[in-house]
């Protein structure tokens, strides 16, 4: 049976990408976009809840918890489109996550939605590519394009009545990610080199503001404190007696030990406190590629449109 009504929770993108798509196609049903608070109300009411035989509710980039009584009045077809990989990589900052934790893909997954955050049966996967020099940024409005696609394709595929594929999970290996599951904005001293630049990247959301951590490194003495844009794995074998959390300037570079006797070079950061720096401090810190904080970046919750449409030119 055809979708006789669709609603839709949705960021700016998701809700251009369902306009378009009405836009393109004059016979689909129709599609509500609201707000996660406002479906709750509307739902519990009966002349103002979801009309006809079928109708469908999809969920893209919402962080609501849609409730017992949300999935019940639309009968099982809820659909939410997750940027991450299921089941490694559910709950919240997805992206970033399989940035740290060394991934070359993650995905947008379609998966029809239960009580349990996450669990519900696959419908489909659309891997997206992580590269190497990819930031939390960069990957993530990958993601979103590819979240955009998959959505286009599921509003086909339920106006034409057609039957969704499912395939269940193994909830034994559903990792769900909180917000307290990311550290704070210091560098971690404990982390070796390799996983200290992913966690870098992975916080890297120039120019808009990260949503969880902003990669810090604060320097007791010479007093400084950067945030850092860049860093790389050194090879300097000269330095492989450094403490981990230890920094120094060699040879006219800022050099970070970690774990194991690894070392991080730092390359592009910016400069937020500074007391006076020691002259090879100086040199050190006049090489890097840095900039000043300015204020008021917006927060990467919610992208303008320009954000995605400009990153999309880039890759072409």
């Known amino acids: ?23 393109e196609r004059s016979s689909a049903a129709p599609i509500t976009m609201v707000t996660a608070s406002d479906l709750i109300h509307r739902v519990a009411d009966p002349s103002a809840g979801p009309r006809g035989p079928e109708p469908w509710l999809i969920s893209v980039n919402s962080t609501a918890i849609i409730g017992r009584a949300v999935l019940e009045r639309f009968g099982g077809c809820t659909v939410n489109i997750h940027p991450g990989r299921l089941p490694d990589f559910g709950g919240l900052y997805a992206v970033q996550w399989a940035i740290r934790l060394g991934e070359s893909a993650t995905a947008a997954t379609a998966h029809f939605m239960t009580e349990t955050l996450d ?11 992580i590269e190497s020099h990819d930031t939390g940024l960069s990957a993530w409005l990958r993601c979103l394009r590819a979240q955009a696609e998959v959505l286009k394709w599921l509003l086909t595929e339920i106006t034409a009545g057609r039957e969704l594929p499912r395939a269940r999970q193994d909830l034994s290996l559903l990792h769900c990610f909180k917000a307290a599951d990311a550290l704070g904005d210091q ?18 959301y120039q120019p808009l503001s990260s949503p969880t951590y902003s990669p810090t490194l604060v320097i007791p003495s010479p007093r ?16 492989t007696d450094f403490e981990p959390g230890e920094v120094r300037a060699v040879d006219e570079k800022l050099i970070v030990g970690c774990a194991a006797g690894s070392v991080l070079l730092l390359k592009r950061v910016r400069v937020v406190a500074s007391a006076e720096l020691p002259s090879e401090w100086l040199r050190a810190v006049g090489n890097l590629d840095r900039s000043s904080v300015h204020g008021g970046h917006r927060k990467a919750g919610r992208p303008a449109l320009a954000d995605v449409d400009g990153e999309k030119a880039s890759q072409e």
């Open 187 to 204: 560098l971690p001293s404990h982390l070796h080199a390799i996983e200290a630049e992913r966690w870098v990247r992975a916080g890297n």
């Open 1 to 23: 049976m055809a979708a006789s009504d669709i609603w839709l929770i949705g960021d700016e993108l998701a809700c251009r990408t369902a306009q378009e798509w009405v836009q």
């Open 224 to 239: 400084l404190t950067l945030l850092l844009d860049e860093v790389a794995v050194s090879d300097c074998e000269a330095t």
């Open 119 to 129: 669990a519900g049966d696959v419908i489909y996967t659309a891997p997206v590519p």
